[in-house]
């Protein structure tokens, strides 16, 4: 006889136990020969050792049907809980090249190609420069691997930055305390999480600590160990930030810098650190910079043509 608890995660357990328990009750009737006790997002299993590892092993597949699709039916449940051996069912829950399984069911997947660079590229390399125009998607793409790298405990905790500057307006006095103060500058972030995490799980993270989101000025000092760091709209960190912020790398870390050099925000007599950044950086071994274009754009068709009126514009 043996005793295995299994933590739920990445779901919310009354989705999985469904109303009144009608899916806990229909499970535990699959398996009468082992005792299965619920206590929150907390399952404990008792029985043979055998039946035991079967039952956590169909049971982890039932969550990861939850987390992708956002729902199951008594049907799901028989076809992953009794199924014999790799069912063509349960195959498609391993084959994806999908990130994370956002709220509802969302399938969040990088979808251009220079996206597609930016997964490959994050995968072996520790620090990443995600550099392009507007609605390429850089900061959706990079929320989403380190919500996966989460997911997978490839890292302890995602700490997300960006700095708190002005996009060409003054907004003057801001009511409220320090956090509903700087809340607006990193809305982009939050609406990221909002899309791939239950509001619950992502409130619960975010007190625990397990998400961080600040702006960049509160990194100086910090030696950030384990974690995955998005700094988001670097074209607005200055040189002296921005080389601020690269040196916080601590071990087993990973590091993504998103940002926009056609829209820099900084006062004119202030110089953004990104250019020179990427002109600094260059052949630093570690480090890959992933150039998207007018062709990454995933918003409204017009947007690749605003981005493509302004360049020729400009030019």
Do not use: W
């Amino acid at each position: 006889m043996s005793e295995q608890i299994v933590q739920i995660e990445n779901v919310n357990p009354s989705d999985l136990y469904g109303a009144n328990d009608q899916h806990l009750t229909m499970i535990k009737s699959l398996f009468p020969k082992i005792k299965i006790i619920a206590r929150g997002d907390l399952i404990k299993i008792i029985g043979k050792d055998e039946e035991v590892d079967y039952f956590i092993n169909r049971f982890n597949l039932l969550v990861l049907h939850l987390e992708r699709y956002g729902n199951i039916s008594s049907k799901v449940i028989e076809d992953i809980m009794l199924c014999a051996g790799e069912s063509d069912f349960i195959k498609n829950l391993h084959d994806s090249d999908v990130l994370v399984y956002g709220r509802n069911g969302l399938q969040i997947k990088a979808i251009t190609a220079n996206q597609k660079l930016m997964v490959k590229a994050c995968e072996e390399k520790d620090m990443i420069f995600a550099i392009g125009p507007a609605g390429t998607g850089k900061t959706y793409t990079a929320v989403a691997l380190a919500v996966r790298a989460l997911k997978n405990k490839e890292v302890r905790r995602i700490i997300l930055t960006r700095p708190a500057v002005e996009a060409g307006e003054n907004l003057g006095f801001l009511p409220g305390d320090l956090k509903e103060k700087l809340d607006p500058y990193l809305q982009p972030l939050y609406d990221g999480l909002r899309d791939m995490l239950p509001q619950a799980k992502l409130q619960a993270f975010m007190e625990e600590g397990v998400i961080e989101i600040a702006p960049l000025a509160f990194m100086r000092g910090r030696t950030l160990d384990n974690a995955f760091v998005i700094l988001d709209e670097a074209q607005n960190a200055t040189p002296s930030q921005l080389k601020m912020f690269l040196t916080r790398m601590g071990r087993s870390a990973k590091f993504v810098i998103t940002g926009d050099i056609t829209q820099i925000d900084l006062p004119k007599n202030q110089p953004s650190g990104l250019p020179q950044a990427m002109e600094v950086l260059k052949d630093v071994k570690g480090i890959e910079f992933i150039h998207l274009s007018e062709k990454d754009v995933v918003r409204h068709k017009l947007v690749t043509d605003i981005i493509n009126a302004y360049a020729k514009f400009n030019s």
